[in-house]
């Protein structure tokens, strides 16, 4: 009998708005809204950029439903990234905007549309030399 030794390296998210969960599923992005003005940002924040207030800030916990406002297929890239691959900004109904890769669908134009709904996903992406591994988060239609 074998036992596998344990991964080396923790889990961390790519991004500093994505929060892991204990399963990909329970992953989710966040923001900070200013509690002087309202005003919502992605991710963590210190100072906010409308009031100039140095809040304080209230995490707020984005939907994983989203809408398509841009996309663009990109056919060239560094030799590490595969091509072509489909690169968009997608709305969230809170109000704010992220940038993220649609996967889901061969990157051809007929397949894409502005609006059209996306659901978030998160998966590993990639590893370091110490073993730690990379949660990023994409989406895919809905
Ligand atoms: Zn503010």
Request: include cysteine; aromatic fraction near 12%; glycine fraction near 10%.
């Amino acid at each position: 009998m074998t036992t596998e030794a344990p991964p080396k390296g923790e889990l961390r998210p790519i991004v500093p708005y994505l929060a892991l969960g204990n399963t990909r599923d329970e992953d989710y992005l966040f923001g900070s809204r200013c509690t002087n003005c309202g005003t919502l940002y992605v991710g963590p924040r210190l100072f906010c950029g409308k009031c100039s207030g140095e809040g304080p800030f209230e995490t707020v916990r984005f939907s994983k439903e989203g809408e398509v406002y841009v996309w663009s297929i990109i056919h060239q890239s560094v030799p590490w990234v595969k091509v072509p691959y489909i690169a968009a900004v997608i709305d969230l109904p809170e109000g704010v905007s992220v940038n993220a890769n649609i996967e889901g669908i061969e990157p051809k134009p007929e397949n894409l549309k502005f609006g059209m709904k996306v659901k978030m996903f998160t998966e590993v992406v990639s590893q370091d030399a110490d073993g730690n591994q990379y949660v990023g988060y994409k989406f895919r239609p809905a």
